[in-house]
């Protein structure tokens, strides 16, 4: 008989520089754990969605041809 190998407990070889530490937020560019994340993230959102495209339209409207 072959034995299975059980994929699901099979660690990730970390000597690998395609292999980084998993687990909850070790995937994402930031750190969502420090003091002024909430402020920052919220004006990111707010100039992204309401600032920047009423702006740009603003812009293009009033720019001469």
């Known amino acids: ?21 998993e687990g909850p937020r070790s995937n994402i560019p930031f750190n969502p754990l420090t003091k002024w994340f909430a402020l920052r993230y919220w004006s ?10 009423f702006g740009i339209a603003v812009w293009q409207t009033k720019k001469s041809k």
């Not at 008989?1 to 099979?10: E, N, P």
């Not at 990111?44 to 495209?53: D, I, K, V």
């Open 44 to 53: 990111f959102m707010a100039l992204g969605f309401a600032g920047a495209p």
């Open 1 to 21: 008989m072959v034995a299975r190998r059980g994929f699901h407990s099979t660690r990730a070889q970390l000597s690998s520089p395609y292999h980084y530490p």
